[in-house]
């Protein structure tokens, strides 16, 4: 392929060849151009002759004549992608990001990112709070907040529309399962053939844990007992202890597996693969309805219920983080729902608190007037002492 001058050439992720225009220092500084994503090679190639034409039109006159500020929301995201702000995220992170930006792909028209408006990111955002969810739409919102800043640093525009759309706050999720539901929903897919989506949500419940680690929990990261776990979304480092029903599952499993350290502990049966997302969701969600459970239940909600379950149990904020891996505590407590349990705890503290404190002062008092007692023995002995003198 000829070289081009003021073309680059670059690889995504996915090895997709991309074309930009990247102008030399002297075309940044004399005629104020900045890098541009083509949307193809052509693309490429005629933004560079351009330049080059209007180049040598500014050494006969003097005067700059800048290339129309085109550029698609394609050529936004593919800048993006190839950027070390996307490259720098997990690799869940990733597929979510690229997620949601198709699906904002899919509903706009946004042909020339230049033009677009915080007007236009507000009526893209009012569309998603009607027809999927507050949640989603702010993540929808964040992301494409995310990727405009990216064209700012990369010099593809000049302002975010998405960074001055206010939020709406989404409510709390506070939909806890209880110890009966889990071991409903076990007994549930056991009896069904598939008991690999019952240890999942045992794992999930137990550890506290998000089904994504769950689900790719391998025999290498169980060691002795105790769980090794780096989170997928966060990157933090937890070793967690099996519960006695979680290890004498996982050893039921051990007995009949080869237990290769590279496997997963609960592969789906019928393939001996970890589950994929869509997979999981629609197996637990069969076990579900089977188990006669509410439909309101999500396997998500299982780490919260566990977190819950530690807060009855009289965990402190620190000890709870310590299996949650969470790093703050304002974000445990949106985990631990607040309970009958643990309010009837709060008040036996309170109670016994006051009780001690009581003893203690009685006590006190009490040895107040033994040490009066004794000191006025000690002053009649002395008086007696006198007297006999």
Known sequence: MTKVKHMRTYKLADGTTKYAFDPSATLRAKLGYTFVP??????????????????????KTGKANLLPATISLTSLVDAYYSSSRFGSLGESSKRTYKSIIDKVASLTDFHNISLVKVKDAEALYSMLLKSISISYANSCVNVMSTVWEAGIYLELVSRNPFGDIRLKQAPER?????????TQFINTADANGIPSIGTL?????????????CRNFCWSRYVNGTFFITQAKTGAEVQIPATPALAERIAAIAATSNCNPDDVIAPYEKTGNAYSERLYRKKAELIRSLAGLPNELKLADLRRSGATLLGNSGCTEDEIRSITGHKSRQVVSRYVLPTNTMAQSAQRKRL??????????????????????????????????????
């Not at 506070?174 to 889990?182: H, K, N, R, Y």
């Not at 949500?201 to 680690?213: F, G, W």
């Open 174 to 182: 506070d939909i806890s399962w209880s110890e009966d539901q889990v």
């Open 201 to 213: 949500a045992l794992m999930a419940y137990e550890l506290c844990q998000r089904p994504i680690d």
């Open 352 to 389: 016994s608190y006051i009780s001690d404190n009581k003893l203690n002062r009685n006590v006190t008092a009490c040895c107040g007037l033994l040490a009066e007692s004794s000191h006025d023995i000690n002053q009649i002995q002395l008086n007696k002492n006198e007297r006999n003198l």
């Open 38 to 59: 083509a949307t193809d090679y052509k693309a490429a190639i005629n933004m560079c002759i351009e330049a080059d034409r209007a180049f040598q039109e500014y050494k």
